[in-house]
């Protein structure tokens, strides 16, 4: 062990001056590598790399969002395409309603005035018979009359309005049976 | 040491082998003799360390992409564990973001000159001397100071350091000498001897089994001695992988040391 | 003053000094990654931030083996 010792162990410990000089230039040149070169650049591609997952990523959200909203407003218009299918239906079922309702209606008023025309034609068939019937029944009653009074009635003015009074007696008579 | 074993052991033996000395950590200057810019081997191994970091790394760093090849896979897996697992796992994120390109350089350069101690034709770790670890353990004691100044002011940092809270005031007459040789001394002096007497020891094992299982199979007499040297030879492959561990836990150890160290000079959190 | 050598043990004692230093560091790694180990066993989700605390007090301890050794060359 002396001679390691001996040797010059301690030299071993004892830095000299030209391996300080060496060290130190190596060192700095590493660190300044590292420093200016080398961190920077890793760092640049790591925050680049950061940047572009989530880049992608809120890419992605956006996309996804997107296809939300549209298949959101696909599913609105068909929700309204329905709705305005079953409104048309209801409006066309309304409308059906309606027009059968305005046929019959129509129909109803229809028949109704026929009805009423009838009505009206058989009152003034009624009128014209009880007019002729007024007249032939004047004569005829006159006639008759004269017949049983066995006497021709002179004066013709006379004859006439007693046979009018007479017919506005049997007139008024007849008024209430045709109506009922 | 290693002679007096040697010759003790090898009676039988004609020849003694070359076992390796302290003089391999100490060769001969080889260039510019005798002036401050002298080089020896070890300096050259250095040199020769540091060129494959500035163009393995600034290749890789020039051709980074986005999306990385299997190179830079690796690459940057060794970056994000020194960010993750060694600065921001103990200062966190916050204080850790401006030291990490300092405990990168380390660790890297640390790591690649230890492994330098097990590739062939360099054989020997480029922090095999004292001055290297002692130079990276001196920017470590610079860093840190520096820090704990700025964070806290020159008085205050120092009180922190030196009368640390909660002490009975008599204590300091003992503890604030020991405070103060921790903090200007012991801290890089550990961090030097621990790299340096590493490398020493994993270069003198590794050698000293490879000597031998020279001796042992190629120059000895006796030939049945050949099995020895192959039990030798195992030891020397098995001790090298071990080197390569240690390269690795050493680098990683400084890089850690270094950070706890740089985070001791921040205020403590009350 | 004939003082007989019986048995003489050559060498240096620095070994015996430094197996002796390696010693107590020996027995403090060894608990401290006992303790390490056990740690993680029952708490694995934290074994990063306990490893990281073990390699820091395994340097530590591990320089004063070191003290050891760098006393061989210089003693």
């Not at chain 1, 830095?15 to 590292?34: E, G, N, R």
């Not at chain 2, 640390?164 to 801290?187: C, D, M, N, R, S």
Request: glycine share 8%; aromatic share 10%; hydrophobic share 50%.
């Amino acid at each position: 062990m002396e001679s390691i010792a001996a040797d010059g162990g301690i030299d071993l410990f004892i830095p000299k001056t030209y391996d300080i000089f060496w060290s130190l230039v190596i060192l700095i040149i590493l660190a300044v590598f590292f420093g200016k070169y080398f961190m920077p650049k890793f760092q640049a591609i790591f925050d680049e790399r950061a940047a572009k997952i989530q880049g992608g990523m809120e890419k992605a959200k956006k996309a996804q969002e997107a296809a939300n909203q549209a298949k959101k407003s696909y599913e609105d218009q068909l929700n309204q395409a329905r709705v305005e299918a079953s409104k048309i239906r209801d409006d066309a079922r309304a409308e059906a309603s309606h027009i059968v309702a305005d046929a019959r209606t129509r129909a109803q008023s229809e028949a109704d005035q026929i009805t009423a025309n009838a009505q009206r034609s058989i009152e003034s068939q009624q009128q014209q018979a009880l007019v002729s019937l007024q007249s032939e029944v004047g004569t005829l009653a006159a006639a008759l009359a004269g017949k049983i009074l066995g006497t021709q009635l002179k004066d013709d003015s006379v004859q006439a309005s007693m046979i009018d009074s007479i017919i506005a007696d049997a007139g008024q008579q007849d008024a209430g049976k045709p109506k009922a | 040491m290693f002679q007096g074993v040697g010759s003790d052991m090898l009676t039988l033996a004609a020849s003694q082998p070359e076992l390796p000395g302290i003089d391999d950590f100490m060769p001969p200057e080889i260039l510019f003799q005798g002036t401050p810019f002298a080089m020896n081997r070890i300096i050259l191994v250095r040199f020769i360390a540091m060129v494959v970091i500035l163009l393995v790394l600034g290749i890789t760093a020039a051709r980074a992409k986005l999306i990385p090849s299997r190179w830079q896979g690796a690459i940057e897996w060794l970056l994000d564990f020194v960010r993750d697992s060694v600065v921001y796992e103990v200062m966190g994120e916050l204080r850790g973001r401006q030291y990490v390109p300092m405990v990168t350089t380390v660790f890297l350069t640390v790591m690649v000159f230890n492994l330098c101690g097990i590739v062939p034709g360099l054989n020997i770790a480029a922090t095999a001397t004292i001055t290297m670890p002692l130079v990276f353990a001196l920017w470590t004691l610079f860093q840190y100071l520096i820090t704990g100044i700025r964070e806290q002011g020159l008085w205050k940092y120092l009180k922190q350091e030196l009368f640390p809270a909660g002490v009975p005031w008599p204590l300091y007459i003992i503890l604030t000498p020991i405070q103060l040789l921790e903090l200007l001394i012991i801290k890089p002096a550990s961090l030097t001897i621990r790299l340096f007497a590493n490398m020493i020891a994993g270069h003198l094992l590794v050698a000293i089994c490879l000597a031998f299982t020279q001796f042992y199979i190629i120059e000895a007499s006796n030939h049945f001695l050949a099995i020895a040297g192959i039990g030798w030879f195992g030891l020397g492959f098995a001790l090298t992988a071990f080197e390569m561990f240690v390269a690795a836990l050493q680098a990683y150890i400084f890089a850690v040391l270094t950070t706890v160290y740089i985070n001791q000079s921040y205020p403590e959190e009350d | 003053m004939d003082i007989i050598t019986l048995a003489e043990v050559t060498g240096s004692i620095s070994i015996l000094g430094y197996g002796l230093a390696a010693l107590g560091p020996a027995l403090g790694l060894g608990i401290v990654v006992g303790k390490t180990v056990e740690s993680m066993a029952r708490q694995p989700e934290i074994a990063n931030k306990l490893q990281t605390a073990m390699f820091i007090g395994l340097a530590l301890i591990e320089v004063l083996g070191l003290l050891g050794f760098v006393a061989i060359f210089i003693a």
